[in-house]
């Protein structure tokens, strides 16, 4: 760590001067204008002027990469907040797989679109601002986006409904652009200070907590979608158990639902007593996945593995939760409230 002497210009200025290397490296001179942001626990951050601005643009050269090397990589820049990517090759034109691999990574990506195209250069543009969300609003959308997809995937499995279930393998797409659209706005948020009251937050502090929390909501929405291809990929499209077994894995689900919103609640809320509620509550489903089946009729090991998926997906579920609820209480505590009081 590098210190700084403070000197007083006037009878009421203090000024401090800004290291060469840094000034050099991000061009600022004599007379240019630098942000100032302050933030909790007495930090200052300057910030050039090219900071105040998220038009970077990226030029991702296609010649050795291969289509799906090329689609992770434009993904890799979205998600590293470039406005614009350019694709193009350095001799020839692209290969059609090179142009599917760009129309592919356009449909998973929210505000994408190709705004050029030549044989041998492809240029697709970002459209989101990050003023138009924030990081507390998205994450509850892909909670609720991942609890519509269980609610769904049950009921098709209690009613033996194959195109509920697809109804919830289609919602999918749906909360893999919300996670990856938030994990746009924590990249640039974090790289850029002055963009932290733009997606809501008061200062970076919470943006590796917010990482974690939509990477456990994703995994989430996995586990429902395993419920729904369980539903499909099963002859007669739900699981060979009574109806006594059907209510119980609904209610389980029910249980699953309240833990995972009153998870999300805690993070945005900042509220630890909520975080202790979502502990008492997942203590109380601990052993609902062994009970289940221990009060399970004799049947194949088949029949049997299906039914233990479904459990093991819902179980897995609420552990994310709990892992929400945990991140949600090192948050709370962060801050002064009747529970702490902060020195």
Request: proline share 3%; aromatic share 4%.
């Amino acid at each position: 760590m590098e210190t700084r002497k403070v000197q007083r210009l006037g009878p009421s200025t203090l000024a401090m001067t800004l290291p060469a290397e840094w000034a050099k490296e991000h061009g600022v001179n004599k007379g240019d204008e630098v942000s100032l942001r302050m933030g909790g626990k007495g930090t200052l951050t300057v910030l050039p002027e090219s900071a105040s601005t998220e038009d970077s643009e990226a030029v991702l050269h296609a010649d050795n990469l291969d289509a799906d090397a090329l689609e992770r990589a434009i993904v890799a820049q979205y998600v590293l907040g470039r406005r614009v990517i350019h694709v193009e090759k350095r001799d020839g034109a692209l290969d059609s797989e090179h142009i599917n691999a760009v129309y592919k990574a356009e449909t998973q990506l929210m505000g994408l679109g190709v705004i050029e195209e030549t044989p041998e250069r492809i240029a697709i543009r970002c459209s989101v601002d990050p003023e138009d969300f924030t990081l507390d609003n998205l994450l509850e959308r892909l909670e609720n986006t991942g609890s519509t997809m269980r609610g769904e995937a049950v009921k098709a499995l209690a009613h033996a409904n194959p195109d509920l279930a697809q109804r919830a393998l289609n919602r999918e797409r749906q909360a893999n652009k919300i996670f990856v659209l938030l994990l746009r706005l924590i990249f640039t948020a974090y790289q850029n200070p002055n963009l932290c009251r733009a997606v809501g937050l008061e200062s970076g502090f919470p943006l590796i907590g917010y990482r974690s929390v939509a990477k456990n909501l994703e995994l989430t929405a996995d586990n429902a979608e395993d419920i729904a291809e369980i539903v499909l990929n099963t002859e007669g499209h739900s699981l060979d158990v009574d109806s006594a077994t059907i209510r119980r894995i609904r209610e389980f689900t029910d249980q699953v639902d309240e833990i995972t919103v009153k998870a999300v609640q805690a993070v945005v809320e900042r509220d630890y007593d909520k975080t202790i509620e979502v502990r008492r509550l997942f203590h109380d489903i601990t052993d609902r996945e062994r009970d289940i089946l221990n009060d399970l009729e004799e049947m194949p090991n088949e029949e049997l593995l299906r039914v233990r998926e479904v459990l093991v997906s819902l179980q897995q579920t609420a552990q994310y939760a709990m892992r929400n609820a945990e991140i949600a209480a090192n948050l709370a505590l962060n801050e002064e409230n009747r529970h702490v009081t902060i020195t």
